[in-house]
């Protein structure tokens, strides 16, 4: 695993038994592709590979830490077999000195199993267009007491159609992160976009506070 306190932000660690996606976006650069052309972890990016002895990693961990699950991949992607995602849980269940962070999107994906409840759940949009995953997030989770999360990021327009005020108090939506897009030729964000968002627990990530420095992380 490793230490992603002071790149990602959100979570101590980045936990990747699962490297690669077929998620194919086109909208942005995808850093972890990115990263696996300069490292070459696998051959092809949009065939997702699974390292079953990264699965050991959490247990030498005896501190209870907040996890990332899948900073190399969309767990849920299509390539993923199912299993590789019944051996993840296994460890989630064994830890539960840990919080688990999955984010994935294709939420729909997470009625599909049982979570335990040392995990948070969660969903990447960009804008206004992928408001449906919010809701799936919403939908396929119902069956778990599980805290939820929004990731905007890269934010690249408009989120006037979500009330993540009311998702906070109706639906568990405990954490909202926010960054902005990396790497050669980024988009700057509007700050016209965050006006109109609304929540109690914000995560501004380092990437859209070096074009705001006036932002607070509460």
Request: charged share 20%; hydrophobic share 35%; glycine share 6%.
């Given at each position: 695993?490793?230490?992603?306190?002071?790149?990602?932000?959100?979570?101590k660690?980045?936990?990747?038994?699962?490297?690669?996606?077929?998620?194919?976006?086109?909208?942005?650069?995808?850093?972890a592709?990115?990263?696996?052309?300069?490292?070459?972890?696998?051959?092809?990016?949009?065939?997702?590979?699974?390292?079953?002895?990264?699965?050991?990693?959490?247990?030498?961990?005896?501190?209870?830490?907040?996890?990332?699950?899948?900073?190399m991949s969309?767990?849920?992607?299509e390539?993923?077999?199912q299993?590789?995602i019944?051996?993840?849980?296994?460890?989630?269940?064994?830890n539960?000195?840990?919080?688990?962070?999955?984010?994935?999107?294709?939420?729909?994906?997470?009625?599909?199993?049982?979570?335990?409840?040392?995990?948070?759940?969660?969903?990447?949009?960009?804008?206004?267009?992928?408001?449906?995953?919010?809701?799936?997030?919403?939908?396929?989770?119902?069956?778990?007491?599980?805290?939820?999360?929004?990731?905007?990021?890269?934010?690249?327009?408009?989120?006037?159609?979500?009330?993540?005020?009311?998702?906070?108090?109706?639906?568990?939506?405990?954490?909202?992160?926010?960054?902005?897009?990396?790497?050669?030729?980024?988009?700057?964000?509007?700050?016209?976009?965050?006006?109109?968002i609304?929540?109690?627990?914000?995560?501004?990530?380092?990437?859209?506070?070096?074009?705001?420095?006036?932002?607070?992380?509460?």
């Amino acid at each position: 695993m490793n230490d992603i306190s002071k790149t990602i932000g959100w979570a101590k660690w980045s936990f990747n038994p699962i490297v690669g996606c077929a998620n194919n976006c086109q909208e942005f650069q995808c850093y972890a592709e990115a990263m696996n052309r300069r490292f070459k972890w696998i051959d092809q990016w949009n065939r997702p590979e699974f390292f079953e002895k990264r699965l050991q990693e959490p247990y030498k961990k005896k501190k209870g830490a907040k996890i990332f699950v899948g900073s190399m991949s969309d767990i849920f992607s299509e390539g993923v077999h199912q299993n590789w995602i019944y051996e993840i849980l296994k460890v989630v269940n064994e830890n539960p000195q840990h919080l688990f962070m999955f984010l994935s999107k294709r939420p729909m994906k997470y009625k599909n199993y049982q979570w335990p409840g040392n995990c948070m759940l969660g969903t990447t949009i960009t804008s206004n267009k992928d408001f449906d995953r919010v809701q799936w997030l919403i939908r396929s989770t119902s069956h778990t007491l599980c805290p939820l999360f929004v990731s905007l990021e890269p934010i690249l327009g408009p989120v006037d159609r979500f009330d993540f005020n009311n998702y906070y108090s109706s639906y568990s939506l405990d954490l909202l992160i926010i960054g902005a897009e990396t790497g050669p030729g980024a988009r700057i964000p509007d700050r016209d976009w965050l006006k109109t968002i609304n929540h109690p627990n914000i995560y501004y990530k380092h990437n859209i506070l070096k074009h705001f420095p006036d932002l607070i992380n509460k």
